[in-house]
C-alpha cells in the first residue's frame, strides 16, 4: 500500500479486530515526518505519525488527535549499514540503540 519513494496511498487503522483502510488523494506529499506535522500544524491537512514524532505540537494544542479509537497497523522498520570495517561506530550505534529501546517495549518486536 505503498506508492512512489514509499510514500503510503492508504491509511490502515484497527480497533480490536475490526480493520479500516482509508485510501489517500493527497494534495502535499513528502517523504519527511517534519514537512507532514509542521503541514498539519500549519492547517494544510492531516497526517498518520508517532505520538513521538509530534510530541511538542500535541503539547502545545497546534495538533489533536484523530480517530482517537483507533491505531495504526504496525509496519515493520528495516535499519541497514555496511558491515565490516566501513561500518562507522556512531551509525552502529545508533541502531543498537533504536533495537535495544524497541526490545525494551512489549509494544515492538526485534
Known amino acids: 500500500m505503498s506508492g512512489r519513494f514509499g510514500i503510503p ?3 490502515k487503522f484497527k ?3 475490526d480493520e479500516i483502510v482509508i485510501d489517500l488523494e493527497p494534495r502535499f506529499l513528502t517523504d519527511e515526518n517534519e514537512g507532514s506535522v509542521a503541514a498539519a500544524a500549519a492547517g494544510i491537512g492531516i497526517t498518520s ?12 494544542e497546534s495538533l489533536v488527535r484523530l480517530l482517537v479509537d483507533w491505531e495504526t497497523v504496525d509496519i515493520p ?12 561506530a556512531a551509525g552502529r550505534a545508533v541502531v543498537e540503540h533504536l533495537a535495544a529501546s524497541f526490545q525494551r517495549d512489549e509494544r515492538f518486536s526485534v
Open 9 to 11: 496511498t492508504a491509511w
Open 15 to 17: 480497533r480490536g479486530v
Open 49 to 60: 505519525t508517532s505520538e513521538w514524532a509530534c510530541r511538542r505540537e500535541l503539547k502545545d
Open 77 to 88: 522498520v528495516h535499519a541497514y549499514f555496511p558491515m565490516g570495517r566501513a561500518t562507522r
